[in-house]
């Protein structure tokens, strides 16, 4: 299974754009990105899936360079309410979806 | 909002002790991933379950087991409980078929304190 590095926080003020950056250098060829979002005692919430390119959604837009071992997870004019703990997972898909490995992820507070 | 269900929401038990946890899938799913996460840090896969049987595990002892049943929901139920169980259980669920790639949708958890 993939490891992935994460930054352990991030700040930033409301209204501007923040890009999270996750290394996953062994990342194997059927390996899929995936972001997740986090509050305190709830479960991970999706946020958006890409495998390369650029992928983008109604809440963020995740970056995937050519050689795939980093993707940059991209929420544009953030709110107080995006503050949050960001998990970056690498991992197939199909029944190996539930196997990927999680970090510590990368947590993020948004200040007025 | 992701139609993941888990019961009950809180736990408190004693060392020792036996508990089992509930996840209801989310429709159309027929995958179940199990996780623990301690505070502070990231899920920690447990197990997974596809077609009612365990279908890869994690760095977790055997006294932590499984079942998924016909209708996908599933259980998850922990022997001899230790203080370093005190976690919250995460329930993910997916659907599996081939050639497609999934996204695993997580409940709420169910936060287990152990005394």
């Known amino acids: 299974l993939a490891k992935t590095t994460q930054p352990i926080s991030m700040d930033s003020y409301e209204g501007q754009e923040v890009n999270i950056t996750c290394s996953h250098n062994?990342?194997?060829?059927?390996?899929?990105i995936t972001w997740y979002q986090q509050f305190p005692s709830q479960g991970p919430r999706f946020i958006i899936q890409g495998y390369k390119t650029k992928v983008t959604n109604e809440v963020a837009s995740l970056f995937i360079p050519a050689d795939r071992k980093s993707s940059t997870l991209s929420l544009p004019r953030v709110s107080l309410s995006d503050t949050a703990v960001y998990y970056c997972?690498?991992?197939?898909?199909?029944?190996?979806?539930?196997?990927?490995?999680f970090g510590d992820g990368t947590t993020l507070t948004v200040k007025p | 909002e992701t139609g993941v269900t888990q019961s009950p929401t809180h736990l408190i038990k004693t060392r020792g002790q036996q508990v089992t946890l509930r996840c209801s899938s989310q429709s159309g799913h027929n995958t179940v991933s199990w996780y623990q996460q301690a505070l502070g840090q990231g899920p920690q896969f447990i197990f997974q379950y596809y077609r009612e049987e365990e279908n890869g595990r994690g760095n977790f002892p055997p006294r932590f087991s499984g079942l998924q049943f016909p209708n996908y929901s599933s259980e998850l139920n922990v022997n001899a409980l230790e203080l370093d169980d005190s976690a919250l259980y995460l329930c993910?669920?997916?659907?599996?078929?081939?050639?497609?790639?999934?996204?695993?949708?997580f409940g709420p958890g169910t936060r287990l304190l152990v005394l």
């Open positions: 997972l690498v991992g197939t898909g199909n029944t190996n979806a539930g196997k990927s490995t």
């Open positions: 993910a669920s997916s659907r599996f078929s081939q050639g497609s790639r999934e996204t695993q949708y």
């Open positions: 062994n990342i194997a060829t059927n390996d899929y």
